[in-house]
């Protein structure tokens, strides 16, 4: 029997958690002891009513939720999610689809084969390419490696997949001082040493140096994997990809760009200038939870070359069904069996926001970021420490009390997240402490800046003298 009283009461919550955002503090403010003194304790013999369950979850979790939906939160890289992805995503819940194989729901591998068409031909990514929707950003690196590790071996005469990495030819991987951490737990997950890796030198603003990476390159004489960067997850600087997919494909090295945020911006005719080569890369990983702010669960692996990404993914089974003829297997693409139907909330932000909202929501973004530098950079003692292409904005605060700006930095931060009015985090930036602010909400708006730029200021005068 379908429980409404249930569903109803859910939808309510929702609805008034949502409505509280604008006002409510960003941070959460419940410890950890009053949050387990809420929603702990043993578990009862007997169950509970659902509605007295559902408003006891929504009563004890209220002071340890963080706002991050909310128009003012600025940690982090993370977005919000868009009323119609919301919506999808609980009709995803609703609908309950195991989205594996075509035969056990053929509505989530056809939507998912559509958003992944809308996706490729919004980036400018080849339309051949294969799309794999996962779980994040993370995942999303490490399908598209586990691709690359099954091409480049390949082609060195080796299938990874039945022998095993022991006993196969060296693999180079070469990556980027400012590599995102998501690339190297990816390759330790996938066997091939996060400390094995050879590391190039990037510029004053996190960029790769492509004559540092030829001089390496000269270095690796067999199967050799390239992982960049568009969208430094510090200065939203982009590597130089033109000059790195030449010199990539030159030496016969898999290109991988971890996009997870900055790929987005190829939606953007204004910002797509930023992305030129990114098309030559072999493989890409994204995050939509970021900057088509979807909901969690939302990352995309794709890959220039679809055999090497069915072959490092694929698995099969007697008792599976798998398609015959032009049908779509997720499972194909992915790195599990049993999962959700990802692509309903994906494919219902696309549509409901066409190419140009898109294009609008980055770019507003990254208006808002340029006026939160501007609000701040005008007064003294504070200092942006990159150039804003991006949504990205770093902050260093001069103390002028004797103190070190490192110290400083990061009592202004503490002071911010105490504050409530928006919640933003730190960083290390070239050897000292940075305030990180990364805005890619689709509700932020000009007021919020102007409201938050006002509180950081004021947690910097209250540190000052």
Not at 142 to 151: C, G, Q, V
Not at 164 to 171: E, I, K, T, V
Not at 193 to 213: H, I, N, T
Not at 440 to 452: K, Q
Request: aromatic share 6%.
């Amino acid at each position: 029997m379908i429980d409404r009283e249930s569903l109803a009461l859910a939808a309510d919550l929702a609805a008034a958690y949502l409505e509280s955002l604008p006002s409510r503090p960003v941070g959460a403010r419940g410890t950890l002891d009053s949050l387990r003194a809420a929603l702990g304790g043993p578990l009862a013999e007997e169950g509970v009513d659902p509605t007295r369950v559902l408003k006891d979850l929504a009563a004890g979790v209220e002071t340890g939720l963080v706002a991050t939906a909310g128009p003012r939160y600025f940690g982090f890289v993370i977005g919000g999610s868009l009323p119609v992805s919301l919506a999808a995503d609980w009709l995803t819940s609703a609908w309950d689809q195991n989205a594996g194989l075509y035969v056990t729901s053929p509505a989530a591998a056809v939507v998912e084969e559509v958003a992944a068409a809308w996706i490729l031909d919004l980036l400018g990514l080849p339309a051949t390419a294969s799309v794999g929707f996962v779980t994040g950003g993370q995942m999303a690196n490490f399908t598209a490696l586990a691709a690359a590790r099954h091409e480049v071996l390949r082609r060195a005469g080796w299938d990874v997949e039945a022998e095993g990495l022991p006993g196969a030819p060296p693999l180079h991987v070469v990556v980027s001082e400012e590599a995102h951490v998501t690339i190297f737990a990816s390759l330790a997950m996938l066997g091939l040493g996060s400390r094995r890796v050879k590391r190039v030198p990037a510029d004053e603003q996190g960029r790769m140096r492509p004559p540092d990476l030829a001089a390496i390159l000269e270095g690796c004489d067999g199967p050799t994997i390239v992982c960049a960067q568009a969208g430094n997850v510090n200065s939203g600087a982009f590597d130089p990809l033109a000059e790195i997919a030449a010199l990539s494909r030159a030496h016969g090295a898999w290109l991988h760009v971890d996009g997870a945020f900055g790929l987005w911006a190829a939606a953007s005719p204004a910002l797509r200038p930023h992305l030129e080569g990114a098309a030559l890369a072999d493989s890409w990983g994204m995050d939509a939870h970021k900057w088509l702010n979807i909901p969690y669960d939302s990352g995309i692996a794709i890959v220039a070359h679809p055999s090497a990404h069915r072959a490092a993914m694929r698995a099969t089974a007697a008792y599976l069904i798998p398609a015959a003829g032009a049908e779509r297997d997720p499972l194909d693409w992915v790195p599990e069996f049993s999962r959700r139907a990802r692509g309903f909330p994906v494919y219902a932000a696309l549509r409901a926001l066409g190419r140009r909202g898109v294009a609008d929501l980055i770019d507003r973004c990254c208006r808002l970021a340029r006026r939160m530098a501007e609000r701040l950079e005008a007064h003294e003692g504070v200092r942006i420490l990159n150039e804003i292409v991006l949504n990205q904005v770093l902050v260093r605060f001069d103390p002028g009390n004797g103190s070190t700006t490192g110290d400083a930095t990061r009592a202004v931060i503490g002071r911010v997240q105490r504050d409530g009015t928006c919640w933003l985090s730190g960083t290390t930036w070239r050897g000292e402490a940075a305030m990180r602010i990364s805005i890619v909400n689709w509700a932020t708006t000009g007021e919020d800046i102007d409201r938050s730029a006002e509180a950081i200021l004021r947690a910097a005068r209250e540190g000052a003298g």
